[in-house]
Nanobody, 124 residues
Framework: QVQLVQSGGGLVQAGGSLRLSCAAS????????MGWFRQAPGKEREFVAA????????YYVDSVKDRFTISRDNAKNTVYLQMNSLKPEDTVVYYC?????????????????WGQGTQVTVSS
């Protein structure tokens, strides 16, 4: 069992930056692929980014490439999402997630554990 607790987020002007953090309980954090998803009201939860177990590989949805960076610190059981050049359309709730799968996945159903969600609001 893994519990994920998110922090960060909030209100920022367009073009600004925010960093989301997701701290995991337990001693097996390094055995999970970690991902970030986001969800707008009335829409499906969509994939944003994922990172391999040792942090050596990262994956992004095209809309955030070159703006967002996912990273992890296995010693601190924490995964991060650094968000730069934020746009109003990035205004949604962000979720971190942990997957015990073999390969990274963009599908929410492949992730076993979820954080509580964090609101990010970008004003124009």
């Amino acid at each position: 069992q893994v519990q994920l607790v998110q922090s960060g987020g909030g209100l920022v002007q367009a073009g600004g930056s925010l960093r989301l953090s997701c701290a995991a309980s337990g001693r097996t954090f390094g055995s999970y692929i970690m991902g970030w998803f986001r969800q707008a009201p009335g829409k499906e939860r969509e994939f944003v980014a994922a990172i391999s177990r040792n942090g050596g590989r990262t994956y992004y949805v095209d809309s955030v490439k070159d703006r967002f960076t996912i990273s992890r610190d296995n010693a601190k059981n924490t995964v991060y999402l650094q968000m730069n050049s934020l746009k109003p359309e990035d205004t949604v709730v962000y979720y971190c997630a942990a997957s015990s799968g073999i390969f990274y996945s963009t599908r929410r159903y492949d992730y076993n554990y979820w954080g509580q969600g964090t609101q990010v609001t970008v004003s124009s």
